[in-house]
């Protein structure tokens, strides 16, 4: 007689999508008012991940790789609290993509949470950047940290909507791996260490996160740079449209092809 798998086991990746699938029909139907709450606690857990790589990367002291390193380390604990806190993130949500694949979810529900966080993520992350500049946060290291801030969000803005676009995608495929993986785990501890990971690597290899950049933007416009709504809407149409792709598609759709269209009947 075949014994049961120790419950500290992690679930094999066959049993990750059935949970996928299974945790994407609850985020689905959740009440209006409690998606958009939670979408905007989302927005602040990301944008204190920002800032906390913001912090590390005015360190002039660090070398480029650790401060890199570092940094991915520190913006780990924005996609950790949403996990273990309870939020709804943008970004993990198109993983929603494999329910709505296997007919589970109506593209107007796919389409209903996706628009609701996305708009509840920017409200929460721009407010927070709201309470950071207020707070005098920027000020800290002889305002080397406000400096950083700027000439981060003055570099997204820079971006070229196709390489924007690529390193939205790139991005998102370590996020949502992360949420995909977090997702194996049993404990908060099994969960923390499959977030830290795929995060650190997408920070580190500078790719662009749209929640972040939710954050970073319009703290830089307060700070005073010379950046206007329109420039921070160039950044995030095409970052937003590689998260989808890279979520959406190379996450989601794939492992849907790979563990869960096979088993039907």
Request: charged letters at 10%; proline letters at 4%.
């Amino acid at each position: 007689m075949e014994s049961n798998p120790a419950p500290f086991d992690a679930y094999t990746p066959r049993e990750i999508a059935g949970r996928v699938k299974d945790f994407c029909l609850v985020k689905a139907q959740l009440p209006l008012l409690s998606l958009a709450m939670l979408g905007m606690l989302a927005g602040a857990f990301i944008g204190l991940g920002a800032m906390m790589f913001t912090l590390v990367a005015s360190d002039a002291s660090l070398g480029f790789a650790a401060q890199r390193l570092i940094g991915g380390l520190s913006f780990s604990l924005g996609l950790l609290l949403v996990t273990v806190a309870g939020a709804e993130l943008f970004t993990g949500n198109n993983l929603l993509a494999m329910a709505w694949a296997d007919g589970c979810l109506s593209t107007r529900q796919l389409l209903r949470n996706w628009s609701v966080v996305c708009l509840a993520n920017l409200v929460g992350a721009a407010a927070l950047a709201v309470l950071v500049w207020l707070s005098g946060h920027a000020g800290m290291n002889g305002g080397a940290v406000g400096r950083t801030a700027l000439r981060i969000a003055l570099a997204k803005a820079e971006l070229g909507p196709l390489e924007a676009f690529f390193r939205g995608v790139l991005c998102n495929v370590l996020v949502c791996m992360a949420a995909w993986m977090a997702l194996a785990g049993r404990s908060v501890v099994d969960k923390a260490v499959a977030i830290v990971f795929p995060v650190t690597a997408f920070v580190a290899a500078g790719f662009e996160h749209s929640i972040a950049n939710m954050y970073l933007m319009p703290l830089a416009m307060l700070l005073g740079a010379p950046i206007g709504v329109a420039d921070m809407l160039r950044n995030l149409v095409p970052v937003i449209a590689g998260n989808l792709v890279g979520g959406s598609v190379l996450v989601a759709l794939v492992y849907y092809v790979i563990y869960v269209r096979p088993g039907r009947t």
